[in-house]
């Protein structure tokens, strides 16, 4: 008897917690034509599902070039900006893997992140950008991040979100063509810093899609915080072997 009771109890368990699990579209939005001579065809579709704790965020796009290699990426909105949110030109949040077009040109991505990463203001929209030159963005989405809003078109994104405290911040620097240093070990939590010191364009692409900046012209900086442990390598996708590696230590 009391077997059966134990093999009941955990069949109960595991039928709530895979219960969970069990994805759940929270919604989706329309991608709108930029305004750019690239990819006049250019749709799509972002839908949004949740996971526990977690979402699922995928892209699904026609009338791209075919065969090319996009990116794709969550934007925050820049500082005290209320315009067009796709005209923000807001730094980088969390990357999606990036991904090829088909001879139709057509392509799907799907990126899984923590629902907290893209909340609110972290989310405030959705790049498409050719991974070649990332300043060319045919596509671009409004979204809010957070679980009871709607699509951005009924509901204004917040612009004033508080920046949380920052613990630490490590500082990389970009030259023609390297990071310095090569591998950079830091604790969870740490916020690392790119500048670029180079004369000419780089970028920062972490090669899972962890993170990902745009453009960095001479002088400009891109910052990521860690919030996981991990090896993070990433890349400059303009320059052959321009590539380097966060390790980041701890819980
Ligand atoms: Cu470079």
Known sequence: MIRFMAALLA????????GQ?????????DFKHLATSRD???AGTVRV?????LRRTTLTLKGL???TVYAAHYHALAPNY?????LSNGPVTVGFPTFTSDSQGRATTTMLTATKKIADNAGAYINVHVQRDLSIIPLCAVMTGSPSSQPAATNAPNVNVP??????TQTIRIVDNAFQPKTLTIAVGTTVEWTNQGRVSHNVLSTTGAFGSDDLPAGSTFRHTFTRAGTFPY????????AATIVVTGP
């Open 11 to 18: 069949c109960t368990c595991l039928t709530s917690g895979l």
């Open 21 to 29: 699990l069990q994805p759940r579209t929270e919604f989706t939005v």
């Open 40 to 42: 006049p065809n250019a």
């Open 49 to 53: 599902e949740t996971l526990g704790s």
């Open 65 to 67: 070039a075919p065969r």
């Open 82 to 86: 209320t315009g067009d949110p796709c």
């Open 163 to 168: 920046t949380p405290n920052r613990p630490l």
């Open 235 to 242: 890349y400059c996708s303009y320059h052959e072997g321009m």
